[in-house]
């Protein structure tokens, strides 16, 4: 995740995507699955070799929810609060994660480790209340489950 | 090699979100603390629904199910049935068929059920292309292609009735026509695999469990209408569906099925997957056209459809997976089978995902026409802690809201609309009556906030009011012009709103208003929550935050 931005990096994932029409998304898609985030140098260089406008690189960036443009912790939390996990106690496993993590919504704990947001519904409606920390998605959520979860994460 | 026993363990994001993973490595690791690696082999399969707890473990040849496995359970099922032969009769799936030994092959779906869409779900491994064309894989893509022609195709889609199971509910056939006789050399194929309404987790569980089903379709999409290019459109929130697509596509690659020259004809199609990221509006199928396009997923004026000017603005198909899953049954059996089933405006089958306070959760098939009466009381086992039933929104917040007087109305396309809703994409919430209203609509109100895309004001500001209205009827400081200006808000939005997420956003809304009159006064004029749920406290000011 602290990996140096090294431009020959993004010049390859620039080439997997040579013979695309429109491989925006896909380009910053890779970009953040190998740093973690988009940093703002980084859409600069990508508008200039991609011959686009940086506001348009920036504009799709900020548009979707799991491009991040700040940096973020090393695990991502989203808990669903969408209504399937709602009506079985979400607004409860929100709580109980900012009370263990010291953090609320869209902030990062101090050591870097995680990030708290809030997302729509991730699909796993049966088995709500769900989160996903990074890939992993963990289902039928309680207080304790959670500080299980949590413990796995930070050792 | 020849193994003696198969285990199969369900591996799907709902399952895994419970360990499934888990108990799969425990039981690689205790078979081969068992001596047992050369005689028993581990595999992945896909949820069987509703109808199994999560997650399962099958014995094969034993056809003996245990549900749900944790991993505490692994090491006894390893030393007492692989070893020993004999069965955890504790640990079995006791389920509906009345406690007995739960052996059954291939396990009987539930009694109401129909499984045309998840036939392979639950029983093949998917990252097996083998498994799947054990079971009449690719034979429907083979038929197509050296018996029919194109037009033929598209007539016996047409002629089956199929309908699109996004929730639109668009006959698949006309959209195919319109897109054949569309000018232009190239055109796409496009499978709309973002589901992203809440309460809807059915593609996943299609893709997840029987890949292969959906890029057969989509290479007979491609025949039908003169494409030789498909693109799925996987949202971010499903890994392992991408990664079940990517293997099912280079093991369809391999054998002949995807790419030059499929089985030695002069057609060609490849399917490329295309990742989301995170956004619910792009589920919305010029929202998605415009996220293919690497663009910010904002919908486009329609006309043109995407069948005239689609992915860059070529003629275009976009199909929804479950849509897609129903084509190779329909090529194999025939369009009148397919219209034996369901109701005669709305035949075959619709996946059903049943989610909130309900007893069993998870998805379960059943033909067109049933009712919701049968969906949450018998295969949903009625409302969890014997509570009544508040209301059921179908479709996501997007779609209908049904109240219990409308338990008896059957499910289809064009039943529902009769009655102020929608069927959509086959999400069914159950909310119990311990539950708010205001707290429920705020809910759908904040959701539709979040994703909004902000291209129209409509939807931008009104939504925001709304749920700025909302939270104040919510916090005990509402007023009873609130109600009306809530009304007046929801109607100009859906009157005035850009695209279909913010004409249908107000819905449940309206529908509340209007169903649940008295809930929404007794909040306004005594300033009080009858359910308890909102805090009817007003908010304390911000502290000001000190940035260090």
């Known amino acids: ?155 | 090699m020849f193994y003696r026993a198969h285990v199969l363990v369900e591996m799907t994001s709902s399952s895994v979100a419970l360990g499934a993973a888990q108990v799969k490595e425990q039981l690689e690791r205790e078979i081969a603390r068992a001596g047992l690696g050369n005689e028993v082999k581990v595999l992945e399969t896909g949820s069987f629904g509703a109808a199994l707890p999560s997650p399962f473990v099958v014995v094969y040849p034993d056809n003996v199910i245990y549900a749900p496995v944790s991993v505490r359970d692994v090491r006894r099922i390893v030393e007492e049935h692989l070893l020993k032969g004999r069965v955890v009769r504790e640990l079995l799936f006791a389920g509906e068929r009345g406690g007995g030994v739960a052996t059954f092959i291939p396990p009987s779906p539930l009694k109401k059920e129909k499984r045309v869409v998840l036939r392979n779900s639950g029983l093949i491994d998917p990252l097996n292309i083998e498994e799947y064309i054990a079971r009449d894989g690719y034979l429907a893509l083979a038929k197509v292609l050296t018996e029919m022609t194109p037009e033929e195709v598209i007539e016996v889609v047409k002629r089956s009735g199929l309908q699109g199971r996004g929730g639109a509910g668009f006959p698949t056939g006309l959209k195919w026509e319109f897109t054949r006789k569309a000018e232009g050399e190239e055109k796409y194929i496009v499978c709309n695999a973002d589901e992203g309404e809440p309460g809807t987790f059915k593609d996943r569980l299609i893709l997840e469990g029987d890949p292969h089903s959906v890029l057969e379709a989509m290479a007979i999409a491609g025949y039908a209408v003169g494409a030789n290019q498909g693109y799925i459109y996987v949202r971010a929130e499903y890994p392992q569906s991408i990664r079940h697509l990517e293997v099912a596509i280079a093991q369809a690659k391999e054998r002949g099925l995807l790419g030059e020259r499929i089985l030695g004809t002069s057609f060609s199609f490849d399917v490329k997957i295309r990742r989301g990221a995170g956004a619910y509006v792009c589920g919305e199928e010029t929202a998605l056209l415009e996220s293919i396009e690497g663009k910010r997923g904002e919908p486009r004026v329609k006309p043109p459809y995407p069948p005239q000017k689609g992915l860059w603005g070529k003629p275009t198909v976009i199909n929804n997976v479950e849509t897609l899953a129903n084509i190779p049954p329909i090529i194999l059996n025939g369009p009148d089978w397919f219209r034996s089933i369901g109701t005669p405006t709305c035949p075959g089958t619709k996946v059903f995902t049943l989610t909130g306070n309900v007893n069993n959760l998870g998805l379960v098939e059943v033909p067109m026409g049933i009712t919701l009466r049968e969906l949450v009381f018998e295969i949903g086992g009625g409302i969890r802690g014997g509570h009544g039933l508040k209301l059921v929104q179908t479709g996501g917040p997007s779609g209908g809201t049904m109240t219990p007087d409308l338990l008896d109305v059957p499910m289809a396309f064009d039943t529902l609309p009769r009655y102020n809703s929608a069927l959509g994409s086959g999400a069914l919430t159950v909310i119990d009556d311990t539950h708010c209203i205001v707290d429920i609509v705020k809910n759908f109100a904040e959701f539709f906030l979040h994703e909004s895309c902000g291209k129209c004001t409509p939807c931008r500001v009104g939504g925001k009011r709304i749920v700025d209205i909302l939270e104040r009827i919510s916090a005990g400081a509402g007023s009873p012009e609130d109600l009306e200006k809530l009304r007046y808000l929801g109607q100009h939005m859906k009157a005035t709103a850009f695209c279909g997420l913010g004409q249908a956003a107000p819905n449940p809304l309206l529908r509340c208003l209007e169903f649940f009159r008295e809930e929404f006064e007794v909040h306004v004029r005594e300033k009080c929550c009858p359910q308890g749920v909102c805090t009817m406290r007003p908010k304390p000011q911000p502290k000001k935050t000190v940035r260090v």
Not at chain 1, 10 to 36: A, M, N, V
Not at chain 1, 121 to 148: F, H, K, Q, S
């Open chain 1, 1 to 155: 995740m602290n990996t140096p931005f090294v431009y020959q990096d993004i010049e390859e994932i620039l080439s997997r995507y040579e013979k695309e029409e429109t491989p925006l998304l896909c380009i910053l898609e890779d970009i953040q699955e190998k740093w973690g985030y988009l940093p703002r140098d980084v859409l600069g260089y990508v508008a200039r070799r991609l011959g686009i406008p940086s506001s348009t690189v920036y504009g799709v960036a900020t548009f979707y929810a799991f491009l991040e443009v700040r940096p973020v912790g090393k695990y991502v939390i989203r808990v669903c609060k969408s209504t399937p996990c709602h009506v079985r106690g979400a607004t409860d496993v929100l709580e109980a994660l900012k009370r263990e993590l010291g953090i609320r919504e869209g902030e990062t704990t101090k050591d870097g480790k995680f990030t708290l947001e809030v997302t729509s519904c991730l699909g796993v409606c049966g088995v709500a209340p769900a989160m996903m920390v990074n890939d992993v998605t963990y289902g039928n959520l309680t207080e304790e489950r959670i500080r299980e979860i949590l413990a796995l994460y930070r050792e």
